[in-house]
């Protein structure tokens, strides 16, 4: 009953990673850009959360979506400034601007917010509502209501991307950007936008993060930005779908791997991403072009 | 220093001349003996706190060469380097617990690092740029877990380093500081060498651009192996020199051995200074040190300065200061390209370059 418990718990928590997994894998499909600001992007997100909720005093859930839209402007005028800038100049500089990007955020919220970590709506009854089945799993609706979101999130993005015309837009740029451009599109325009949702999800995921457990100036590169890339290899490039897999993978090894042994837990992750890195490096799902 | 490889294009000899630099050699060659006994020589004109200060900059210096090597000429920007920075000071710490002096582990730290590489290039060798720059960090990250399980070698807490208790301080500063020193120029001289050697040439044509060299048939894979591995034994004995300088080993990812902050010194020194030549990374750790003494009341703001300079760089300045000042004056202390010289041109004439191969 304890693995049962622990298999059901990975499952939930890969909803998160596959949340934080979204942005990274779309930012990349789109712009080729590989953002290893990415996980820090999520704890800006929740102390953007911390500072939104001290000033309004609204409730938690209720700030999440002024902090997806703040995110979202953060994310469109960063890509059409900073990103785009280093973009032009190619890939060895986007990597160096994203990483010097990284150090930047980490190191200053460290010194503006301290080392010391912080939750999100602590005290909210919701936060620490949950439900049993049987005698021993019980199941928190939060990681519930998290992962659903992820689902929502992941393939609500995988079919506007597919069918709606902005979405067909944004795969035309992504393939061939100057095809597009002489069809009449603005990529860099085009690139914000990516961003902004690319952004906008990152969000959602550090709001989350904030309320599940903590966030800390280092969680961004410590843990948020591997996880996230580790889901992306494992489910595959180029596909939504294939990165809510990986997510659900990575979170269930995470599990199983504690439940032998609790300082295992992230080794046991890394486990399955660097087989699946060996083994089988297209990702677990191959098929898909998309986004 | 300075190589003259006659062509026998057309009939006539000296028709085009093909030389290491444009200048004579031998004087900048002099000008770094002159350097390297100086600094040689400094622990006994300083105090003690100013080696100190010395040892870390000779560090993120090594640091710096053994990136630039990656990045700049084999195009493997990994972020991943701490790595081998903290298997480097682990290979000085294991030894030392078995009654080996510490000085003699960092030659186990540099072949230790570069042995544990071997896996690892194996693990990212397909992967590219983006790719491969986040995975060596998920490498980073599980040898630092792997380790961390190991509690004979202090598991997570780390543990201090044995084998230099009864040391004078000043004469351990001073022996660390020779230590450090030779590694680096050990590190400088083995690029500079390598660069001028075959690899070198092959190095360049993949800086350059790497399809061509591919279909050129130059090794590519083989070459960029060579140089994880290089690169990894350098930044070992780097970790080494480490574990010496604090007399402990601490891993964990904030202030440990372990922490990705070691990529991003080495990784910005390099990018300040110039990416792919030899002296930027030298200018960079110079840039490094400045601030990192300036600002050093300040917590982790030198961090936050040298992050942002190296973006301003990297998007304004991509040759880095060294690049820039190559391009007004054309100088190279490090001469690894060729000069192509045109026909009548002399040696010792002022003419603006226009045939350098770099």
């Given at each position: 009953m304890a693995w049962v418990n622990a298999i059901i718990q990975g499952l939930l928590t890969g909803g998160l990673y596959a949340l934080f997994a979204c942005g990274l894998s779309l930012m990349f499909g789109v712009m080729?850009?590989?953002?290893?600001?990415?996980?820090?992007?999520?704890?800006?997100?929740?102390?953007?959360?911390?500072?939104?909720?001290?000033?309004?005093?609204?409730?938690?859930?209720?700030?999440?979506?002024?902090?997806?839209?703040?995110?979202?402007?953060?994310?469109?005028?960063?890509?059409?400034?900073?990103?785009?800038?280093?973009?032009?100049?190619?890939?060895?500089?986007?990597?160096?601007?994203?990483f010097g990007l990284s150090i930047v955020i980490e190191n200053g919220l460290q010194q503006f917010f301290t080392a010391n970590s912080r939750g999100l709506g602590v005290g909210d009854s919701f936060i620490t509502a949950s439900f049993s089945i049987g005698s021993q799993i019980t199941i928190a609706w939060l990681n519930v209501i998290i992962f659903a979101l992820a689902v929502v999130v992941l393939l609500g993005l995988q079919q506007y991307l597919s069918h709606s015309k902005y979405g067909r837009l944004i795969r035309a740029v992504a393939d061939d950007r100057e095809a597009a451009q002489l069809s009449g599109a603005n990529y860099r325009h085009v690139f914000g936008i990516?961003?902004?949702?690319?952004?906008?999800?990152?969000?959602?995921?550090?709001?989350?993060?904030?309320?599940?457990?903590?966030?800390?100036?280092?969680?961004?590169t410590e843990t948020i930005l591997l996880f996230a890339f580790a889901a992306v290899v494992i489910g595959g490039l180029g596909s939504l779908w294939g990165t809510l897999l990986g997510g659900v993978v990575l979170g269930v090894a995470q599990a199983i791997g504690a439940q032998i042994n609790p300082s295992w837990e992230q080794l046991a992750g890394y486990a399955v991403f660097l087989a699946v890195l060996v083994i089988r490096p297209q990702g677990l799902t191959s098929r898909g072009a998309q986004a | 220093m300075t190589e003259t490889a006659k062509t026998g294009i057309r009939s006539e000899e000296d028709f085009l001349k093909v030389t290491r630099s444009r200048r004579n050699t031998v004087w900048s060659g002099l000008g770094a003996v002159v350097l390297i006994v100086v600094l040689y020589r400094f622990p006994y004109f300083v105090q003690p706190g100013t080696t100190g200060i010395m040892i870390q900059g000779l560090i993120v210096l090594t640091l710096a060469s053994m990136w630039n090597l990656l990045a700049g000429y084999a195009g493997l920007v990994s972020v991943g380097q701490q790595a081998f920075f903290g298997l480097g000071a682990y290979f000085v710490l294991i030894p030392a617990m078995h009654g080996v002096t510490p000085w003699a582990g960092l030659f186990v730290a540099a072949i230790g690092a570069a042995v544990c590489a071997v896996p690892l290039w194996w693990l990212v060798a397909r992967l590219r740029l983006g790719y491969f720059a986040i995975a060596t960090w998920v490498l980073a990250e599980v040898v630092m877990l792997v380790i961390e399980q190991i509690s004979s070698i202090g598991g997570g807490t780390g543990m201090p380093l044995p084998g230099l208790i009864g040391y004078n301080p000043a004469v351990l500063t001073a022996d660390t500081y020779w230590a450090a020193l030779t590694v680096a120029v050990l590190a400088i001289g083995g690029v500079y060498l390598l660069l001028r050697s075959k690899v070198g040439l092959v190095l360049t044509a993949i800086r350059d651009d790497e399809r061509a060299a591919k279909s050129s048939g130059v090794r590519v894979g083989l070459a960029r192996m060579g140089v994880f591995i290089a690169a990894a034994a350098g930044c070992g004995a780097a970790g080494g020199v480490l574990a010496i300088e604090q007399l402990q080993v601490v891993p964990g990812t904030s202030g440990g051995v372990f922490s990705v902050q070691w990529t991003a010194e080495m990784a910005f020194a390099v990018i300040i200074g110039g990416i792919g030549t030899i002296e930027g990374p030298i200018l960079g750790t110079i840039v490094y040190m400045v601030l990192q003494q300036t600002l050093q009341s300040y917590n982790a703001w030198y961090l936050i300065v040298l992050g942002l300079v190296a973006i301003a760089i990297a998007i304004f300045a991509r040759r880095g200061l060294w690049g820039t000042v190559v391009d007004r004056f054309n100088i190279r202390l490090f001469p690894v390209g060729y000069y192509l010289w045109s026909p009548g041109e002399r040696r010792g004439r002022r003419r603006a370059a226009t045939h350098v191969v770099r």
């Open positions: 080729k850009v590989i953002n290893l600001a990415h996980g820090d992007l999520a704890v800006v997100a929740g102390y953007i959360g911390v500072g939104v909720i001290a000033i309004t005093h609204m409730p938690v859930l209720w700030s999440i979506p002024v902090v997806v839209v703040l995110m979202a402007i953060i994310g469109y005028v960063l890509q059409r400034s900073l990103i785009q800038g280093a973009l032009s100049r190619g890939e060895l500089t986007t990597l160096i601007v994203t990516a961003a902004a949702i690319a952004f906008g999800t990152v969000a959602i995921a550090g709001m989350f993060q904030g309320m599940i457990t903590t966030i800390s100036p280092t969680l961004g | -």
